[in-house]
């Protein structure tokens, strides 16, 4: 598919709220979006709940099983050594990205896909924090549209879906708690933006999702 603008546009989908529907929506945008554009999608979440949904339960196991890279390298830097006489090697990108990994067999949708050891990241996080960002930026001129579905707690990886993105999407389930949870979630950007000057990230809107025309109370 061709490409249409110089750089990809990255954006994050980010709610500290888990079940709000970050990853039903990132993989839908992300599918429907690449019917007309080169779209990269990539998993942040230790739980992989995005590769499962874009690579299907049986190829997901497969690419573990073969202990394929994930992002987890991407933090890494480096592919650890394959059999009893390799070494770790740096990361070479390519083979990171899953290519064509839809669920329609004619998709050109891609895929940085994660894995549970993801979370090791999260052990020993010094300096990673711009490890992704740099990562895709080097591939950045290949995609129209990168779409980053993150974990639902603050982390290095929250620190590492805004270096990398221009915009956030937060999916929001319309009830009591996000009225907690949103003023949290925009001071958490909004410190960001104080510290990191350089790069400039906004919000670019909520989705309201899981919302019920029954719902009354404090809720409706
Ligand atoms: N609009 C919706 N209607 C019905 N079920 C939904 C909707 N959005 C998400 N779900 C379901 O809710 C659950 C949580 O969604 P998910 O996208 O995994 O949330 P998150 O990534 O924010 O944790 C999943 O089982 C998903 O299929
Ligand atoms: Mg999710």
Not at 52 to 67: C, D, E, R, T, W
Not at 87 to 104: F, H, Q
Not at 175 to 188: D, N
């Amino acid at each position: 598919m061709a490409k249409v603008s110089p750089m990809a546009i990255t954006v994050s989908f980010i709610n500290m709220k888990g079940g709000v529907g970050k990853t039903t929506i990132a993989s839908q945008l992300a599918h429907s979006a690449a019917r007309n554009l080169k779209v990269l999608a990539v998993d942040l979440d230790p739980q992989s709940n995005l590769s499962q949904s874009v690579m299907g339960p049986h190829a997901y196991v497969n690419h573990l099983k073969k202990n394929r890279p994930t992002i987890a390298q991407v933090f890494d830097e480096y592919i650890p050594a394959g059999g009893v006489h390799g070494s770790p090697r740096p990361i070479d990108l390519e083979e990171v990205i899953v290519k064509n990994a839809g669920y329609w067999s004619t998709s050109t949708l891609d895929l940085i896909p994660s894995r549970l050891e993801l979370s090791r990241t999260l052990k020993n996080p010094t300096g990673k924090e711009r490890r992704l960002a740099k990562a895709l930026t080097r591939i950045s001129d290949r995609y129209d549209l990168i779409i980053i579905d993150c974990a639902p707690t603050e982390s290095i990886l929250t620190d590492a879906a805004y270096f990398a993105s221009r915009y956030v999407i937060v999916p929001v389930k319309p009830e009591f708690m996000a009225t907690i949870g949103l003023p949290l979630l925009a001071r958490s950007i909004r410190d960001f933006q104080l510290e990191n000057e350089d790069h400039n990230i906004e919000i670019a809107g909520l989705v309201f999702n899981h919302s019920s025309s029954y719902s009354n109370g404090p809720e409706g």
